[in-house]
Nanobody, 124 residues
Framework: QLQLVESGGGLVQPGGSLRLSCAASGFTLNVYAIGWFRQAPGKEREGVSCISFSGKTTIYTDSVKARFTISRDNAKNSVYLQMNSLEAEDTGVYYC?????????????????WGLGTQVTVSS
């Protein structure tokens, strides 16, 4: 069974940091581009960042540039999202998704496999 599992979410104060992990079971991530998406209450899901299967291409949505860093460790079959200087607007459920596309995208359409998400709450 092919699964993606997110972890690392939680409650953090504004200005704090979290590191999200996306782990795969049942398949190997190293041939997949991975995207991170988030959905805040009452809002549509938005793309946050993505990384190509090689790791050579990364994309960030404007609101997280210089604060978030995406990386991958193919030996551990995992992708990470380091989130620094967190703001209340970063609150939401964060999902990772996998696609066989070349390069990567912060649009959700190309992604075939999705995790169930991990909650991130930024609040004082």
């Amino acid at each position: 069974q092919l699964q993606l599992v997110e972890s690392g979410g939680g409650l953090v104060q504004p200005g704090g940091s979290l590191r999200l992990s996306c782990a795969a079971s049942g398949f190997t991530l190293n041939v997949y581009a991975i995207g991170w998406f988030r959905q805040a209450p009452g809002k549509e899901r938005e793309g946050v960042s993505c990384i190509s299967f090689s790791g050579k291409t990364t994309i960030y949505t404007d609101s997280v540039k210089a604060r978030f860093t995406i990386s991958r460790d193919n030996a551990k079959n995992s992708v990470y999202l380091q989130m620094n200087s967190l703001e209340a607007e970063d609150t939401g459920v964060y999902y990772c998704a996998a696609s066989r596309m070349f390069g990567c995208s912060v649009l959700s359409t190309p992604y075939e496999f999705w995790g169930l998400g991990t909650q991130v709450t930024v609040s004082s």
